[in-house]
Nanobody
Framework: QVQLVESGGGLVQPGGSLRLSCAASGFTLKYPAIGWFRQAPGKEREGVSCISSDGSTYYADSVKGRFTISRDNAKNTVYLQMNSLKPEDTAVYYC??????????????WGQGTQVTVSS
């Protein structure tokens, strides 16, 4: 059974940092592409970042230069380091695994989400 378990969300002041983690298990594909989506109240879901099996990365324009995605294949864990956080980064963040090794593969599995709130 595939599982994606997110952790690391919380409340942070503007300009602060958080690191999200996504622990993956149960995949038949050894190292699928995994990424992060977010959804703020009243807004559409947005793709934030993705990392492929070979380490290639993708970032939405809104987070480029502030967020860094990485993966530790030995631990089956993907991380999203978020720096210089802004109030508009407030959202529920979802870990998402793709069907294949590349970030252009269709999304397949979703975690339960973790809340990130940026507020003073």
């Amino acid at each position: 059974q595939v599982q994606l378990v997110e952790s690391g969300g919380g409340l942070v002041q503007p300009g602060g940092s958080l690191r999200l983690s996504c622990a993956a298990s149960g995949f038949t594909l050894k190292y699928p592409a995994i990424g992060w989506f977010r959804q703020a109240p009243g807004k559409e879901r947005e793709g934030v970042s993705c990392i492929s099996s070979d380490g290639s990365t993708y970032y939405a324009d809104s987070v480029k230069g502030r967020f860094t995605i990485s993966r530790d294949n030995a631990k089956n864990t993907v991380y999203l380091q978020m720096n210089s956080l802004k109030p508009e980064d407030t959202a529920v963040y979802y870990c998402v695994a793709r069907e294949g090794y590349r970030c252009y593969s269709p999304t397949r599995y979703w975690g339960q989400g973790t809340q990130v709130t940026v507020s003073s």
